[in-house]
């Protein structure tokens, strides 16, 4: 069974530019979550989305933003790049509708901004 | 908010040495799950445990529900074991998160 893909890899963008980070959860999932981590930090949780809805979001500014497509696969968009926004972005996938989910992750964006 | 809290947070070893990693967390949740996070980024999943304890190889794990904490051994480390591991709490279908224990297994 394939696990959580996430696109790009790497993604270096500079300040001011857009990102978009790509998620594809495994087969049967369909909520997916958005953490970012910051170098040598914890993970901070951005989104949620299920079912094609936002379900919540972190505390983050609105330029962090995102999707969730019919098929579950989601993307986050990040608008206006600042340099603090140089993260690795982790991407999770469980079900829904069953209290204490368990979720997997995917291998992480790194994204630099310069 | 629920608080989660990890000790200690930085743990300096040798190879063939045993270890325990602590998880406090400040209300009842639904779930508790432990990951280790590889030096390339990659959070695998250890353990899925609300409460009782699971064994999966060298590591095993122990989740005291009503007393709020949660335990990792991992026993005969090996260099493979270094990492950061983190403790995370299922709060209303979030994970809330500890700041990590960093493990160096030296050989």
């Known amino acids: 069974e394939a696990g959580v893909t996430q696109s790009p890899t790497h993604l270096i963008k500079t300040r001011g530019q857009q990102a978009t980070l790509r998620c594809s959860p495994i087969?049967?999932?369909?909520?997916v979550y958005w953490y970012q981590q910051a170098l040598g930090l914890g993970l901070q949780f951005l989104l949620w989305y299920d079912e094609g809805e936002e379900r919540n979001r972190g505390n983050f500014p609105p330029r962090f933003s995102g999707r969730q497509f019919p098929n579950y696969s989601s993307e986050l968009n990040v608008n206006a790049l600042e340099l603090e926004d140089s993260a690795l972005y982790l991407c999770?996938?469980?079900?829904?509708?069953?209290?204490?989910?368990?979720?997997?992750f995917g291998p992480g964006t790194r994204l630099t901004v310069l | 908010g629920i608080q989660v809290e990890q000790s200690p947070p930085d743990l300096i070893l040798q190879e063939g040495a045993n270890s325990t990693l602590r998880c406090n967390f400040s209300d009842s949740v639904n779930n508790l799950q432990w990951f280790h996070q590889n030096p390339w980024g990659q959070l695998i999943n250890l353990f899925y445990i609300p409460s009782g304890t699971k064994q999966n190889g060298r590591l095993s794990a122990t989740t005291v529900a009503t007393e709020r904490y949660s335990l990792l051994y991992i026993s005969s480390s090996q260099t493979t074991d270094s990492g950061v591991y983190f403790c995370?709490?299922?709060?209303?279908?979030?994970?809330?998160w500890g700041a990590g224990t960093k493990l160096i297994i030296k050989p």
């Open positions: 999770a996938s469980s079900w829904y509708g069953l209290a204490g989910v368990e979720q997997f």
């Open positions: 087969s049967g999932h369909t909520s």
């Open positions: 995370a709490v299922d709060s209303n279908y979030q994970l809330i």
